[in-house]
């Protein structure tokens, strides 16, 4: 019995010694992560993940900001589905023209004149001088829609306060994505300005197909939201166009988008958007 119990009590001893080590050498296998800029790097879920901005506006009082624009939406910023609840963002949020087409929540807290309610806003726009700090230069409709009811015009007059906002996805239900061709396109050179991306937002990537061809050119991003493709060449129509997300990386095709005998400045309409 007595070398038993030595054996058991030398077992004893290796299991005491070995949990002394696990309780002062923390695991490899579990290492914490911090979360950096969530609410703007990933989509947030309802009521988390807001961070703080600078807010101001432009344009007319209930107006869409600017039809210009540096991200070349033009005049459709005013009407369905932008309806001009649209922003300009400052060098953070603008990215280079990347960030055409992203979409926030923002909401203001700290006035009087404010509701507290979220507004969801498109970046359709640039603001020059607006560095330094996440900053959103809202349409006259979109900061108003931040008061309370009644109270747009003296939320206005505060010109500049400090909001929340999140990122979230675009949503613009019954609306596929649609192609602007640019009025200085011909058949060796052809540019547009992409519209209505559900998700994202972001376009990565948009490459397009000549007719009945199996290849597809990469697009470069001219400025904002239009891409342009300068073949050397005559492209033949129909063109398909496939664009993906920088986020996500999702990939959707837009087959003959572009007609035989497009016509440079006409819009044309997808059947397809991102999930």
């Known amino acids: 019995m007595a070398p038993t119990l030595q054996r058991v009590?030398?077992?004893?001893?290796?299991?005491?010694?070995?949990?002394?080590?696990?309780?002062?050498?923390?695991?490899?296998?579990?290492?914490t992560k911090k979360i950096v800029n969530a609410s703007f790097d990933s989509y947030s879920s309802v009521g988390t993940n807001w961070s703080p901005a600078v807010a101001t506006w432009y344009g007319?009082?209930?107006?869409?900001?600017?039809?210009?624009?540096?991200c070349g939406y033009g005049s459709v910023v005013g009407v369905p589905p932008f309806s001009s609840l649209i922003s300009a963002g400052g060098s953070l949020l603008y990215e280079s023209g990347k960030g055409c087409g992203s979409c926030y929540e923002v909401k203001c807290t700290g006035n009087y004149g404010c509701s507290g309610n979220p507004v969801s806003v498109v970046i359709t726009d640039e603001c020059p001088g607006c560095d330094g700090q996440y900053h959103f230069d809202l349409s006259g409709t979109a900061f108003g829609a931040m008061a309370v009811s009644g109270q747009a015009e003296k939320l206005r007059g505060a010109g500049k306060i400090t909001i929340q906002f999140r990122r979230v996805e675009c949503n613009f239900?019954?609306?596929?994505?649609?192609?602007?061709?640019?009025?200085?396109?011909?058949q060796q050179y052809f540019a547009?300005?992409?519209?209505?991306?559900?998700?994202?937002?972001?376009?990565?990537?948009?490459?397009?197909?000549e007719a009945?061809?199996?290849?597809?050119?990469?697009?470069?991003?001219?400025?904002?939201?239009?891409?342009?493709?300068?073949?050397?060449?005559?492209?033949?129509?129909?063109?398909?166009?496939r664009l993906t997300t920088f986020s996500s990386g999702q990939s959707v095709v837009a087959n003959n988008v572009i007609p035989v005998g497009w016509t440079p400045g006409q819009t044309y309409r997808s059947v397809v958007n991102f999930k």
């Open 173 to 186: 239900p019954g609306v596929k994505i649609a192609f602007r061709v640019d009025p200085g396109s011909n």
């Open 192 to 209: 547009m300005v992409v519209e209505y991306e559900d998700g994202d937002g972001e376009i990565d990537k948009v490459e397009l197909s």
């Open 60 to 70: 007319a009082p209930n107006g869409d900001g600017s039809e210009g624009g540096a």
């Open 9 to 31: 009590f030398s077992h004893l001893l290796t299991l005491v010694a070995t949990l002394s080590i696990l309780l002062v050498v923390p695991s490899s296998c579990f290492k």
């Open 212 to 241: 009945s061809s199996a290849s597809w050119y990469s697009m470069q991003r001219s400025w904002g939201a239009v891409w342009k493709l300068n073949n050397g060449s005559p492209l033949k129509a129909p063109f398909s166009i």
